[in-house]
């Protein structure tokens, strides 16, 4: 089916493939479960698929806000594939907005991809 709705204005997924040396020999030893992401980001811009299974962010890993280490709650094993999708990372703006005689202060989230 084709895309409904507005035009993309701008933004990537971008893909990283985690334990794997050139693509096809595992490193992962079951033991290590901290690894380097190539862009900063935080867990719930984060897609973690690890052997096959989607990883709850907060559960099953964690990515601290602007940080570009992804840590596995159980270090995953030996022969496990895994791959991370790269949804953008958020950034949060606050804002000032005056209207008549009130002052509001507004978050507004954005999602953008940064590479490291």
């Known amino acids: 089916m084709a895309y409904i709705g507005r035009g993309i204005q701008w933004g990537e ?6 334990g ?3 693509g096809t020999a595992p490193l992962f030893d079951g033991t290590e479960d901290t690894w380097a992401l190539d862009f900063t980001s935080n867990q719930n811009s984060l897609l973690v698929v690890l052997g096959g299974q989607i990883q709850e962010p907060g559960i099953d890993f964690t990515c601290p806000v602007g940080s570009n280490q992804l840590t596995f709650t159980t270090a995953p094993a030996a022969a496990a594939i895994c791959y991370v999708i790269f949804l953008g990372q958020e950034l949060q703006i606050f804002l000032l907005l ?3 005689d009130n002052i509001h202060l507004l978050r507004v989230s954005v999602i953008v991809l940064t590479r490291n």
């Not at 997924?13 to 985690?18: D, T």
């Open 13 to 18: 997924f971008a893909k990283q493939r985690l």
């Open 20 to 22: 794997i040396a050139g």
């Open 98 to 100: 005056f209207l008549k």
